[in-house]
């Protein structure tokens, strides 16, 4: 089976989510979890803290440029990220949209190169 990314992406500058609809949002993305290891599609995920929270290193010569903060200024921003095994794209995109009607985001599948 191939390996995929499943990429949660959040608005940038967005007012966190009302508590409540947040909490079944979670419930939701919890319950996808439990059926993608279930189904032993799950390798691993989590979401990430805001993109303030980053560290950048750029290559500069011989040395290394380190800088807080995102790598580049967006709407959206990576917040989480889940890999999953799946026998094919088709398989993997129905993973996604599980995800996508369950946190209300845009969400990107991408396979991992070198595989299958």
Same mark, same amino acid.
């Given at each position: 089976?191939?390996?995929?990314?499943?990429?949660?992406?959040?608005?940038?500058?967005?007012?966190?989510?009302?508590?409540?609809?947040?909490?079944?949002?979670?419930?939701?993305v919890?319950?996808?979890?439990?059926e993608?290891?279930?189904?032993?599609?799950?390798?691993?995920?989590?979401?990430?803290? @805001? !993109?303030?929270?980053?560290?950048? /290193?750029?290559?500069?010569?011989?040395?290394? *440029?380190? =800088?807080?903060? #995102?790598?580049?200024?967006?709407?959206?921003?990576?917040?989480?990220?889940?890999?999953?095994? @799946? !026998?094919?794209?088709?398989?993997? /995109?129905?993973?996604?949209?599980?995800?996508? *009607?369950? =946190?209300?985001? #845009?969400?990107?599948?991408?396979?991992?190169?070198?595989e299958?």
């Amino acid at each position: 089976m191939k390996q995929y990314l499943i990429s949660m992406y959040q608005p940038a500058g967005a007012e966190p989510p009302d508590p409540e609809f947040l909490a079944g949002v979670m419930r939701e993305v919890d319950a996808i979890g439990r059926e993608l290891r279930e189904a032993g599609c799950w390798v691993f995920g989590n979401g990430l803290h @805001a !993109p303030e929270t980053a560290t950048v /290193l750029r290559p500069r010569g011989d040395e290394v *440029l380190v =800088t807080d903060g #995102p790598f580049a200024e967006g709407k959206e921003y990576l917040g989480g990220f889940t890999i999953i095994t @799946a !026998p094919d794209l088709d398989a993997a /995109l129905d993973w996604g949209r599980r995800y996508a *009607l369950a =946190t209300t985001l #845009p969400i990107e599948v991408r396979p991992f190169q070198g595989e299958g």
